[in-house]
Protein backbone atom coordinates (compact mmCIF):
# COMPACT_ATOMS: atom_id res chain seq x y z
CA UNK A 1 0.00 0.00 0.00
CA UNK A 2 2.27 2.64 0.92
CA UNK A 3 4.29 1.69 -2.48
CA UNK A 4 1.25 2.03 -4.27
CA UNK A 5 0.91 5.90 -2.07
CA UNK A 6 4.68 6.55 -3.43
CA UNK A 7 3.41 5.84 -7.28
CA UNK A 8 0.58 8.21 -7.31
CA UNK A 9 2.21 10.90 -5.15
CA UNK A 10 5.18 10.29 -7.68
CA UNK A 11 2.93 10.10 -10.65
CA UNK A 12 1.37 13.50 -9.69
CA UNK A 13 3.96 14.94 -9.18
CA UNK A 14 5.40 14.52 -12.66
CA UNK A 15 2.23 15.47 -14.18
CA UNK A 16 1.59 18.29 -12.15
CA UNK A 17 5.34 19.55 -13.51
CA UNK A 18 5.05 18.84 -16.80
CA UNK A 19 1.45 20.12 -17.29
CA UNK A 20 3.07 23.54 -15.43
CA UNK A 21 6.15 23.85 -17.68
CA UNK A 22 4.04 23.70 -20.86
CA UNK A 23 1.67 26.31 -19.74
CA UNK A 24 4.82 28.81 -18.83
CA UNK A 25 7.55 28.17 -21.75
CA UNK A 26 6.17 31.27 -24.21
CA UNK A 27 5.45 29.77 -27.64
CA UNK A 28 6.36 31.60 -31.22
CA UNK A 29 5.20 30.11 -34.69
CA UNK A 30 6.66 31.62 -37.66
CA UNK A 31 6.32 31.04 -41.19
CA UNK A 32 8.81 32.43 -43.55
CA UNK A 33 9.20 31.95 -47.64
CA UNK A 34 11.27 33.51 -50.27
CA UNK A 35 10.64 34.28 -53.49
CA UNK A 36 14.33 34.11 -55.28
CA UNK A 37 15.95 35.93 -57.84
CA UNK A 38 13.04 38.01 -59.09
CA UNK A 39 13.94 40.38 -62.19
CA UNK A 40 11.56 43.62 -62.44
CA UNK A 41 11.91 46.29 -64.28
CA UNK A 42 12.07 48.74 -61.23
CA UNK A 43 15.19 51.38 -60.91
CA UNK A 44 15.89 50.77 -64.50
CA UNK A 45 15.73 46.87 -64.06
CA UNK A 46 16.92 45.01 -61.02
CA UNK A 47 17.39 41.32 -59.65
CA UNK A 48 15.88 40.85 -56.00
CA UNK A 49 15.69 38.29 -53.34
CA UNK A 50 12.17 38.44 -51.38
CA UNK A 51 12.28 37.06 -47.84
CA UNK A 52 9.11 37.28 -45.40
CA UNK A 53 9.20 35.96 -42.24
CA UNK A 54 6.31 36.04 -39.89
CA UNK A 55 4.48 34.92 -36.43
CA UNK A 56 0.79 34.04 -35.97
CA UNK A 57 -1.58 35.09 -33.50
CA UNK A 58 -1.17 33.29 -30.06
CA UNK A 59 -4.26 30.72 -30.13
CA UNK A 60 -4.72 31.20 -34.09
CA UNK A 61 -7.41 28.35 -34.97
CA UNK A 62 -6.44 25.85 -38.03
CA UNK A 63 -8.88 27.34 -39.81
CA UNK A 64 -7.11 30.82 -39.75
CA UNK A 65 -4.33 29.81 -41.08
CA UNK A 66 -3.05 31.56 -44.61
CA UNK A 67 -2.11 29.61 -46.74
CA UNK A 68 1.45 31.18 -47.96
CA UNK A 69 1.33 31.91 -51.85
CA UNK A 70 -1.78 34.22 -50.80
CA UNK A 71 0.91 36.39 -48.62
CA UNK A 72 3.50 35.46 -51.75
CA UNK A 73 1.18 37.13 -54.27
CA UNK A 74 0.51 40.51 -52.25
CA UNK A 75 4.17 40.69 -52.08
CA UNK A 76 4.58 40.12 -55.78
CA UNK A 77 1.88 43.05 -56.71
CA UNK A 78 4.80 45.30 -54.82
CA UNK A 79 7.13 44.04 -57.66
CA UNK A 80 6.62 45.69 -60.95
CA UNK A 81 5.59 49.12 -61.15
CA UNK A 82 1.98 50.75 -60.55
CA UNK A 83 0.37 54.14 -60.36
CA UNK A 84 0.54 53.80 -56.85
CA UNK A 85 4.61 52.78 -56.73
CA UNK A 86 6.12 54.06 -59.81
CA UNK A 87 9.39 52.73 -61.21
CA UNK A 88 12.04 54.73 -58.87
CA UNK A 89 10.33 53.95 -55.53
CA UNK A 90 12.72 53.29 -53.35
CA UNK A 91 13.12 49.74 -51.60
CA UNK A 92 11.95 50.81 -48.20
CA UNK A 93 9.27 51.63 -49.22
CA UNK A 94 8.40 49.08 -50.51
CA UNK A 95 9.28 46.45 -47.98
CA UNK A 96 7.63 49.10 -45.31
CA UNK A 97 3.62 49.13 -47.41
CA UNK A 98 4.56 44.81 -48.17
CA UNK A 99 4.69 44.04 -44.12
CA UNK A 100 1.97 46.89 -43.39
CA UNK A 101 -0.35 44.49 -45.71
CA UNK A 102 0.31 41.36 -44.68
CA UNK A 103 0.00 42.42 -41.17
CA UNK A 104 -3.44 43.97 -41.36
CA UNK A 105 -4.09 41.29 -44.50
CA UNK A 106 -3.93 37.98 -42.01
CA UNK A 107 -4.15 36.61 -39.29
CA UNK A 108 -0.21 37.68 -38.10
CA UNK A 109 1.31 39.07 -34.51
CA UNK A 110 4.53 40.17 -36.43
CA UNK A 111 6.35 40.36 -39.81
CA UNK A 112 9.83 41.43 -40.91
CA UNK A 113 10.30 41.51 -44.74
CA UNK A 114 13.90 41.76 -46.35
CA UNK A 115 14.56 43.28 -49.89
CA UNK A 116 17.61 42.00 -51.01
CA UNK A 117 18.47 43.88 -54.33
CA UNK A 118 22.05 41.74 -55.77
CA UNK A 119 24.66 43.68 -57.40
CA UNK A 120 23.83 45.18 -60.82
CA UNK A 121 27.21 46.15 -62.56
CA UNK A 122 25.39 47.46 -65.96
CA UNK A 123 25.73 51.44 -66.69
CA UNK A 124 21.91 52.09 -67.12
CA UNK A 125 21.07 50.81 -63.49
CA UNK A 126 24.93 50.46 -61.44
CA UNK A 127 24.04 49.70 -58.26
CA UNK A 128 27.26 48.16 -56.78
CA UNK A 129 27.44 45.20 -53.76
CA UNK A 130 24.20 43.67 -52.41
CA UNK A 131 21.94 45.98 -50.75
CA UNK A 132 18.79 46.78 -49.55
CA UNK A 133 15.76 47.21 -46.23
CA UNK A 134 14.95 45.30 -43.36
CA UNK A 135 11.51 46.34 -42.23
CA UNK A 136 10.16 44.82 -39.07
CA UNK A 137 6.77 44.58 -37.34
CA UNK A 138 5.86 43.24 -33.54
CA UNK A 139 7.99 40.97 -31.55
CA UNK A 140 9.69 39.03 -34.02
CA UNK A 141 13.83 38.92 -35.09
CA UNK A 142 14.55 41.19 -38.22
CA UNK A 143 15.36 39.38 -40.79
CA UNK A 144 19.03 39.70 -41.66
CA UNK A 145 19.76 37.06 -44.54
CA UNK A 146 23.15 37.15 -46.58
CA UNK A 147 23.86 34.65 -49.41
Known amino acids: MKLLLSTVMLLSM ?8 QETLPTKHYFQ ?3 ACYHTSRQAGQTVNVYVRYAYKNG ?11 LRESV ?14 FWEILAKNMAEELLQKYSLA ?21 HGPTYTIGDIPPLDIHH
Open 14 to 21: FFSTHIYA
Open 33 to 35: FKV
Open 60 to 70: IQESEYPDYRL
Open 76 to 89: MNYMEPTERFPEAT
Open 110 to 130: AISVQLDVLDNPSPQAYEPGD
